[in-house]
Each structure stands twice: as structure tokens, then as C-alpha cells.
């Protein structure tokens, strides 16, 4: 019987070498997922004309999300607690109806300089009273959460 009980053993030993195995490499792949995954987060992109910003695009990520765009003219915005980031408009359509539209900070962890010429343009172009073009993202349960995804005026 000593035979058996150290192949019960090492049976033991493989399948917690495997165990651990496999966790290492789910964690790896996790912190993978975490770096590049900014890779692939949204990456704003200014449109100048004569020196000033025209238009701002790619400021939100689409997956699973509808697209759809707006025209109106901005009601009120909503800054985030520091005061520093637009965290959301509402924009009045021609129809009459407001329509609250979030606005993603992900470009802030991006450099200073991007991080400062973006949040200028979107206060900019965003000012109250100013008409605009947007194009939102429609996300979660049936598209009801709407983001900010590109920004031009009218």
C-alpha cells in the first residue's frame, strides 16, 4: 500500500502545481489587461482651425455602446468635485427637450499637455448658451446612459 498512498500524494502535488499555475497566470493576465487595456481607452483628438479648437473627438470607448448624434445648444454643465474637469452638459435639442449627456475623464490620465489642451476645449466648446454638433454614446440597458464622444460647433 505505501505505493498508493504516494501516488495519492503526488497526485496532490501535480494538481497544486497546476493551481498555482494557473492563478500566476490569471494574475498576469489581469495586471496585462489593466496596462495595455489604456491602450485602448478612448484617445481625444482636436480638430484646430485658425488656431483654436474646432472640434474634439474619440473622447469616450464605443464597446457595446450606440452611437447617435445631437444638435443643440448647451443649457448647463456640471463640473467634478475639484472643479478642474467637465463631468457633464445638458444639452437643449430644437425639438425643446434637455437631454443630460455625461462627459468621461479617462483623457486625464493621459500627458499634462493633452490633459490640459482637451479639458480647455471642452469648456470652450461646451460654454453655456453655445449651439454644437455632438455625438453621443448610447450605453448600458437599452442605450440609456448617454457619453460624450465628439464635439463640434454649430
Not at 497544486?16 to 497566470?25: F, G, H, N
Not at 463640473?79 to 434637455?98: C, H, T, Y
Not at 482637451?118 to 448600458?140: A, F, M, Q, W, Y
Amino acid at each position: 500500500m505505501p505505493g498508493r498512498t504516494s501516488q495519492t500524494a503526488a497526485n496532490g502535488v501535480l494538481r497544486s502545481v497546476v493551481a498555482d499555475a494557473l492563478a500566476s497566470a490569471l494574475i498576469l493576465l489581469a495586471i496585462l489587461l489593466l496596462v495595455f487595456g489604456g491602450a485602448v481607452l478612448a484617445r481625444p483628438k482636436l480638430t484646430y482651425d485658425a488656431g483654436k479648437a474646432f472640434g474634439l473627438s474619440h473622447l469616450a470607448t464605443d464597446e457595446g455602446c450606440r452611437s447617435a448624434k445631437l444638435a443643440g445648444r448647451v443649457v448647463k454643465r456640471a463640473f467634478s468635485r475639484d472643479e478642474l474637469s467637465l463631468e457633464s452638459v445638458i444639452l437643449e435639442e430644437q425639438s425643446g427637450q434637455w437631454t443630460f449627456i455625461n462627459v468621461e475623464d479617462g483623457y486625464r490620465t493621459l500627458d499634462a499637455a493633452t490633459n490640459g489642451a482637451v479639458n480647455h476645449s471642452l469648456e470652450t466648446l461646451l460654454s453655456v448658451g453655445k449651439p454644437v454638433s455632438l455625438r453621443i454614446l448610447g450605453c448600458g440597458a437599452a442605450a440609456r446612459t448617454l457619453t460624450l464622444d465628439a464635439v463640434r460647433p454649430l
